[in-house]
């Protein structure tokens, strides 16, 4: 197998990976001009940029390359001091470009009504593959879905076989509560790079309260962005998608101050990342949310 099919099985696979290459030299080095070698994400490497110290910083920086997702060059002068490096005393210089494979993003989507097709239309043009999920056929299928790589017509089925990753991003959006928590009980457990749930934050709020009475841990859904999206004052469900897909690229690009519309929880705690870019009102609204829903809970 060379580099390339390997890239493409880690990318099916929804793996990630450093790609290093050789892209200019100047006098004698180890090596040539597009040596690659590649640098998975467990630490093992295949091919070759010419040993030594070169393979071993350039090994060093692929850690920092994947957990940036952004791109590198790396400039080494091997001169002809025996002391600078076991193997390579050379006199020359070398430039190495240090990138990202990453696998195409997938968000799968529960829940198949309205708000459901215009979140599919609009992440997949902004390149997210798409997977649809509902119980029921008629709003979970291929004519509905033209774009989806993947459609299950079963909550359970789809929690067997899915297994999220950094690649993978979350969106519930089903018909009622009782699927919104079944699906989130399951969901907050995987290791999804996004988790959103749609819903005004008095329902939010219900559903984690729910859910922990049953034993889920409260710190469990601090990453969960819900109200779902950024706010933009969407009403329409073409709107709401444009919103919710803002989010997802948000994450995926790792953008910093978006004002996201998710709930904070706990008067006096530190703001996590979803609340630290809200406003001070929307703050505000969310503990008096907290407030309201606890007193009708004890009533």
Same mark, same amino acid.
């Given at each position: %197998?060379?580099?390339?099919?390997?890239?493409?099985?880690?990318?099916?696979?929804?793996? #990630?990976?450093?790609?290093?290459?050789?892209?200019?030299?100047?006098?004698?080095?180890?090596?040539?001009?597009? $040596? #690659? %070698?590649?640098?998975?994400? /467990?630490?093992?490497?295949?091919?070759?940029?010419?040993?030594?110290?070169?393979?071993?910083?350039?090994?060093?920086?692929?850690?920092?390359?994947?957990?940036?997702?952004?791109?590198?060059? %790396?400039?080494?002068?091997?001169?002809?001091?025996?002391? *600078?490096?076991?193997?390579?005393?050379?006199?020359?210089?070398?430039? +190495?470009?240090?990138?990202?494979?990453?696998?195409?993003?997938?968000?799968?989507?529960?829940?198949?009504?309205? +708000?459901?097709?215009?979140?599919?239309?609009?992440?997949?043009?902004?390149?997210?593959?798409?997977?649809?999920? /509902?119980?029921?056929?008629?709003?979970?299928? #291929?004519?509905?879905?033209? %774009?989806?790589?993947?459609?299950?017509?079963?909550?359970?089925?789809?929690?067997?076989?899915?297994?999220?990753?950094?690649?993978?991003?979350?969106?519930?959006?089903?018909?009622?509560?009782? /699927?919104?928590?079944?699906?989130?009980?399951?969901?907050?457990?995987?290791?999804?790079?996004?988790?959103?749930?749609?819903? $005004?934050?008095?329902?939010?709020? $219900?559903? *984690?309260?729910?859910?922990?009475?049953?034993?889920?841990?409260?710190?469990?859904?601090?990453?969960?962005?819900?109200?779902?999206?950024?706010?933009?004052?969407?009403?329409?469900?073409?709107?709401?998608?444009?919103?919710?897909?803002?989010?997802?690229?948000?994450?995926? #690009?790792?953008?910093?101050?978006?004002?996201?519309?998710?709930?904070?929880?706990?008067?006096?705690?530190?703001?996590?990342?979803?609340?630290?870019?809200?406003?001070?009102?929307?703050?505000?609204?969310?503990?008096?949310?907290?407030?309201?829903?606890?007193?009708? +809970?004890?009533?």
């Amino acid at each position: %197998m060379d580099l390339f099919e390997e890239v493409l099985r880690l990318r099916r696979e929804g793996k #990630r990976a450093v790609m290093a290459t050789i892209v200019h030299t100047n006098g004698s080095i180890p090596s040539f001009e597009s $040596s #690659r %070698m590649l640098i998975r994400e /467990d630490g093992s490497i295949m091919g070759t940029i010419g040993g030594g110290c070169v393979e071993a910083e350039v090994w060093a920086a692929a850690k920092d390359v994947l957990k940036a997702e952004a791109p590198r060059k %790396m400039t080494f002068n091997l001169n002809n001091e025996a002391s *600078y490096d076991n193997g390579l005393i050379c006199g020359g210089t070398l430039e +190495v470009f240090v990138e990202p494979i990453l696998p195409q993003p997938i968000l799968y989507i529960f829940g198949g009504g309205h +708000v459901s097709i215009a979140v599919a239309n609009a992440a997949h043009t902004a390149g997210f593959a798409i997977g649809v999920i /509902d119980d029921r056929e008629q709003f979970a299928n #291929r004519e509905r879905f033209p %774009m989806a790589r993947e459609v299950y017509t079963s909550y359970e089925e789809a929690f067997e076989k899915l297994q999220p990753n950094a690649s993978t991003y979350i969106l519930i959006v089903t018909r009622g509560h009782r /699927d919104d928590m079944r699906v989130l009980a399951w969901a907050v457990k995987t290791n999804a790079r996004y988790l959103g749930m749609i819903g $005004s934050k008095r329902k939010v709020l $219900s559903v *984690y309260q729910a859910l922990e009475r049953e034993g889920f841990a409260p710190e469990l859904f601090d990453r969960v962005h819900a109200p779902v999206g950024v706010e933009i004052g969407a009403l329409t469900p073409e709107e709401i998608a444009i919103s919710i897909s803002a989010e997802l690229i948000a994450v995926r #690009r790792g953008a910093a101050n978006v004002k996201h519309k998710a709930v904070t929880r706990k008067d006096g705690a530190q703001p996590d990342r979803k609340s630290a870019a809200q406003p001070a009102a929307a703050k505000s609204e969310a503990k008096a949310a907290v407030k309201e829903t606890a007193e009708s +809970v004890s009533h």
